[in-house]
Every structure is written in structure tokens, then in C-alpha cells.
């Protein structure tokens, strides 16, 4: 199984239309959203091809293969328009023997983990900043943003397949990766 990571998608239907394009390309199973569908959020500018309507209809057409989070920018109304269930705070997935706690990052994040076991693998988005790193037995993992990098990123998703995950640049170029 293949497991394709966006996060901070912030309300960009340009970028958003960029990932999907990689999801096709690199033919995974899942499309993991992890939070900030619709709207830009008062701290951040206004990114490249804001249309938050057209995100929706984008993503409602892959609502069969989507399991999504709400992030801090989301709320009851984004939902009416999403025809795939995103409000949960966080959610578990379990992949190749592992427990997957993925969270948008602004109530569980690096600083405030869940309680996980060793092995366990932590994802988050929120940040805007890649991150695939194990600090005490626990992955620490975030795709960075497809709209918005921040820390002088490029625009990036993740993909987690076997026992590797990976943070990929929309030219296929690789930001970070590790070994699970």
C-alpha cells in the first residue's frame, strides 16, 4: 500500500490541482489530508490561485480515496462542502504493523505527543515545514505545505510506502526521507 500525504492546502486550487497530478503519477492507494482545506487563515497571504470553491469540487472528486483532518483553519461550514468526512481532530491509521497517529498539529504536535508506542509513527502538517525525523523511538513526520512553505522549503507532499516515507518537491525532487 501507498500512502500520499498533503497538508496546509490553504484554499489553493493551482497547487492543489499540482499534487493530485503526483498523486496520479505516483499511483498510491490513499490520499491522507492532514488539515487547512478551504481557507487561507489570517496569518498567511493569500496563495497563488485561491479558490477555495474549486478545491472543494477538486477534492470531492477523489472523496472515494481521501481520508482527511480538520486543521485550524477548518470548520462546520468547510464541511458542507466536502463530501468526505474531515472533522476529526486527529485519526489512527495502522500500516504495515505500525500505528499511524496523524493530526493537523495545532492540538497534538512534536511538542505535544499523543501517547504512542515505540515504532509508532507521528505525522502532522500545521508547520509548513518538512520534517521526517525519530526522536525517542517515536517518527516524527510532516509533508510540509503544498501552498504555502515556509523555512525556505519548496511547495511538498509525502509518500509513505513500505517501509520508507518520503518529502518530494512538485519536480520530483527529494526534500527528506527515512527509513520506518
Known sequence: MKLF???????????????????????????????DFLYHGPRNSLPEGYNPKEVAECLNGYADQI???????DSEVDQMLLQFPMMADYMVLFYNNRRIFASHG??????????????????????????ADKVNDIYILNPGSIA??????ANSYGIM????????????????????
Open 106 to 131: 495545532h492540538i497534538y504536535h512534536a511538542e505535544h505527543l499523543p501517547s504512542l508506542r515505540k515504532g509508532d509513527i507521528f505525522i502532522q502538517g500545521h508547520t509548513h515545514i518538512p520534517v
Open 67 to 73: 481520508v482527511g483532518i480538520r486543521g485550524n483553519c
Open 5 to 35: 500525504f498533503v497538508a496546509d492546502i490553504h484554499g489553493s486550487s493551482f497547487y492543489l490541482k499540482k499534487a493530485l497530478e503526483k498523486y496520479k503519477e505516483e499511483q498510491a492507494d490513499s490520499l491522507v489530508l492532514l488539515g
Open 161 to 180: 510506502e513500505q517501509d520508507t516515507f518520503t518529502i518530494k518537491d512538485f519536480e520530483g525532487g527529494v526534500i527528506k526521507s527515512i527509513t520506518l
Open 148 to 153: 504555502l512553505p515556509k523555512g525556505g522549503f
